[in-house]
């Protein structure tokens, strides 16, 4: 009964496991965290959620986790654990689950194999590897032959980044459902999750387990082929080869000259010899014979093809990209996406089947694996009321503007207003100079002419900035050889220039830009799909490059789309500034599905490389007249303001970070006692600090919302906060103190080291207390060393401890 958790993991559990036949050093991870903790956003602060941590987690083979295991102190019973147990154990896709208090195992069999569901073991009855792993392979129907193949261990070299639990979740559903026959599979794994990583590793394992020898990867993007070559397919170098169109000769990469196995030879055919082979779909088909690249193979060449972004061209029945499929329709393919597409005409799911497995953008933010987003949403009267000419309108090239409505469907597609270019750009810049004019970020435009014309307007708003390096804003597109040039540049978290990408199309899927802090969204989209591919540009975490979330800035009301249940990640922060409010939040201001969003004529050059998109028909010429009318003096305003927030558990809030403090401190201590109570036996403060903090509560916060709040601690903010308490700062704290002359039954050097560390709480808060180091500080240091004062002034440790926590209760007495 009066055994800790741990005392019963070290003293029953572990050697029952031990006893039973498990390597502890290689089959069992203890007290494994497997989430990173959400991000939790705040004004510009951040926080880290509570990790999820299994107590046991253990490995019959080295890529499959098996069995997990969650402890319980000797006050709980044998089951206690069993509930919190099976929740990670779904997470995680392992079949058994045991639960224990040290007095025996309660075993419940996930499997769906023969016998009881739910077993009582003695602690000597604990099943070794063998007997489990037999249960497994029975359950799955697992043969010999399959089994050599799922138990292909990953690459894990030296240095090289080991799966995530999802990861290793979708690699070994895949390599299973492979090694049983199956054939058409669909893996949907949201943007920034590790698609091509995950790829990778399940293409190593069937490669080098000899089942799959011949293996096709297939992109849209030429970016998406490089990118993958030189970085997670690395390890493939000399058994790999890149596909491009016969007019290919020479490839670029990262901006340079590289030397990209080619395996289109000078004769302009495809050389065989290779085992690994990655490829656009548009350098492998085309309009006339001679230039189907894919028909140098036989149908039956290769074993796998995987098949990036899915969503696009092979969903469609009618796509060049689908001949490619029927054409090797002998091998397995997996197709891989964040976002499955499903209309009346296009299917990923029809012909890929249900998806083996999915990983959503909710999930990813709720892990802490991707990062949460705020949304500052920008209403312009123009968007909302619409606009209609003057009869007899002329446009500033002298045409006559037709005379109808134009609404928000229209705006830089059809008509043009300048002022409306120069509105957005501004409060783009307004943004980043009240939070930082060097964040990257991505402006969405209609088409390539208006990315041009926002790129220009941006220059215009930054001139002080272009006149220093002309790159501080560039069009990216299609089109633009220039810009596409200096794509490398802006994904490189090391490479300053450029700061800001104008562009339509060409960044909205695949290109991984970890450090965009600011995506714009002035393009209309409809497309549910189009949607979460674009923020997904922002999902990735660089926490080495201060990028723990990102904001969206929507002057297109696209971020309704967050009210359509087919969205899976809500924003943290809606804020809608009026025509005079702060371009930032106030907590956040530096003082110092139609096709309407789908693809337009104009995005899609027909590179042969397929740069932007798939080839097609030529698009008809446009009718006599302009295509676009432009207006230079037609006034555009900002409407509207409002601010939300995401609490803890992903609800939305409109408080202040005061009253959500409020609410989740009396969710747990209902009275102010409830909270002095839990304070004062708690003999390390930080402990309780950390665990508040991961219930969402951010102190720093706090201190810049409430007056006075920099100069008190923790425990009063908390007080004054959530129970109306008037607060005492940390000085007055420590007046009082000194004032009922606490230090008297001291004397000599204790006194001093005491009064010392009064002095430090009162300027520093709790942290130093609580911390060792604060005794190699001045003036403590002069004292003598630690050794010295614990030892020769407290008599030894437990002395030290002990004249710590009295003087803590000294400081909160009468609290």
Same mark, same amino acid.
């Not at 209403?379 to 606009?387: A, C, I, M, Q, W």
């Not at 964040?439 to 969405?444: E, G, L, M, S, Y």
């Given at each position: ?16 496991? !031990? ?52 402890? @319980?102190?000797? %006050? ?53 590897? !063998?007997?489990?792993?037999? *249960? ?39 390599? &299973? ?34 089942? %799959? ?5 297939? #992109? ?14 690395? +390890? ?11 007019? $290919?000769?020479?490839? @670029? ?14 004769? *302009? ?62 091998? =397995?393919?997996?197709?891989?996406? #964040?976002?499955?597409? !499903?209309? %009346? ?9 249900? +998806? ?20 500052? *949403? ?37 008509? /043009?207003?300048?002022?409306?270019? /120069? ?22 435009? &209609?088409?390539?002419?208006? #990315? ?24 990216? =597109? ?81 971020? &309704? ?46 590179? +042969? ?17 302009? @295509? ?42 209902? =009275? ?21 903090? &991961? ?14 709040? !920099? ?18 700062? *940390? ?69 030290? $401890? ?14």
């Amino acid at each position: 009964m009066k055994l800790s958790e741990r005392d019963i993991e070290t003293k029953f559990i572990t050697p029952a496991i !031990e006893a039973a036949g498990w390597d502890i050093m290689s089959q069992v991870f203890q007290e494994h965290s497997f989430t990173d903790g959400r991000i939790i956003v705040r004004g510009k602060l951040t926080t880290r959620g509570k990790r999820k941590r299994a107590d046991y987690i253990l490995f019959c083979k080295p890529n499959i986790p098996i069995a997990i295991i969650e402890a @319980k102190d000797g %006050k709980h019973s044998i089951g206690d654990g069993m509930q919190q147990g099976l929740e990670y154990a779904e997470i995680l896709d392992i079949p058994f689950v045991f639960s224990s208090n040290g007095q025996g195992f309660l075993f419940h069999d996930r499997s769906k194999s023969k016998g009881d569901i739910t077993t009582e073991l003695g602690m000597d009855e604990f099943p070794s590897p !063998e007997k489990l792993w037999q *249960r497994y392979t029975g359950a799955k129907d697992i043969d010999s032959e399959a089994e050599k193949i799922i138990t292909q261990p990953y690459r894990e070299d030296d240095g090289d980044k080991t799966p995530r639990y999802y990861q290793m979740v979708a690699i070994n559903r895949v390599v &299973e459902a492979v090694a049983k026959g199956e054939n058409r599979l669909l893996l949907v794994m949201a943007t920034g999750a590790g698609k091509t990583f995950t790829a990778f590793q399940i293409i190593w394992r069937l490669w080098k387990a000899g089942r %799959k020898k011949r293996i096709l990867f297939l #992109a849209d993007r030429n970016i998406l082929v490089d990118q993958t070559l030189v970085n997670d397919f690395k +390890p493939f170098s000399g058994a790999m080869a890149k596909l491009s169109a016969r007019a $290919k000769t020479i490839e @670029k990469s990262n901006g340079e000259m590289v030397d990209l196995p080619l395996a289109i030879n000078k004769k *302009r055919r495809v050389d065989t010899a290779f085992e690994i082979y990655l490829g656009l779909y548009q350098a492998l088909t085309g309009p006339e014979e001679k230039d189907k690249v894919y028909k140098d193979f036989s149908p039956d060449f290769f074993d796998l093809i995987v098949i990036d972004e899915c969503h696009r061209g092979s969903a469609d029945k009618d796509s060049a990209w689908r001949e490619i499929l029927e054409y090797f329709k002998s091998a =397995t393919q997996l197709g891989m996406t #964040a976002t499955p597409k !499903e209309t %009346k005409e296009v299917s990923n799911i029809d012909y890929f089947n249900e +998806p083996i497995y999915t990983y959503s953008l909710k999930q990813g933010i709720e892990d802490g694996f991707l990062a949460p987003y705020k949304v500052l *949403r920008y209403d312009l009267d123009k968007d909302l009321v619409g606009y209609r000419p003057e009869k007899g309108k002329l446009d500033k090239h002298g045409y006559e503007v037709e005379d109808r409505i134009y609404n928000q469907r229209d705006f830089d597609r059809k008509l /043009v207003l300048d002022q409306r270019t /120069v509105l957005v750009a501004k409060k783009i810049t307004e943004y980043l100079k009240a939070t930082d004019r060097f964040d990257k970020a991505i402006i969405f435009c &209609e088409d390539q002419e208006h #990315a041009d014309r926002m790129r220009q307007a941006i220059a215009n708003e930054n001139a002080d900035e272009v006149s220093k390096n002309h790159r501080y804003v560039m069009r990216i =597109t299609g089109e633009d050889t220039k810009g596409k040039e200096q794509l490398d540049n802006f994904i490189d978290p090391e490479s300053t220039y450029p700061v800001i990408a104008t562009t339509s199309k060409l960044l909205s899927t695949g290109v991984d830009a970890k450090t965009c802090k600011l995506i714009v969204l002035d393009q209309r989209i409809q497309s549910m799909t189009e949607f979460k591919q674009i923020i997904g540009r922002g999902t990735r975490i660089d926490e080495d490059y201060g990028k723990q979330y990102f904001t969206i800035m929507d002057f297109k009301r696209a971020t &309704e789309l967050f009210a359509d249940p087919d969205f899976d990640g809500d924003p943290v922060q809606i804020y809608e500034p009026g025509p005079d409010d702060p371009v930032t939040p106030p907590d956040e201001e530096d003082t110092d599905s139609g096709d309407d969003g789908g693809t337009t004529d104009d995005d899609w050059p027909g590179d +042969p490389e397929g740069e932007d998109g798939p080839t097609g028909p030529t698009s008809p010429p446009p009718p006599p007249g302009p @295509k676009k009318f432009y207006l230079d003096d037609v006034r555009v305003q900002v409407l509207a303001k409002r601010l939300q927030y995401l609490d803890a558990d992903g609800k939305l809030m409109t408080d202040s970070l005061s009253l959500l403090t409020e609410k989740a401190m009396k969710a747990d201590y209902k =009275t102010l006692d409830d909270f002095i109570k839990r304070w004062s036996d708690e003999d390390r403060k930080h402990v309780l600090i950390t665990e508040l903090e &991961e219930q969402g509560i951010i102190f720093e916060g706090l201190r810049e919302e409430v007056d006075g709040g !920099e100069d008190m601690g923790v425990f009063d903010l908390i007080c004054h906060v959530a129970y109306g308490q008037p607060p005492l700062t *940390r000085a007055e704290r420590a007046k009082n103190v000194k004032k009922r002359n606490y230090f008297a039954k001291y004397e000599g050097q204790a006194r001093a080291v005491l009064e010392a560390l009064l002095d430090k709480y009162a300027d520093e808060g709790l942290e130093p207390l609580e911390s060792g180091q604060v005794l190699q500080l001045k003036p403590i240091s002069d004292m003598g060393t630690p050794l010295e004062i614990i030892k020769g002034i407290f008599g030894g440790t437990n002395g030290y $401890k002990t004249a710590i926590k009295e003087l803590q209760n000294e400081i909160f007495r009468g609290a």
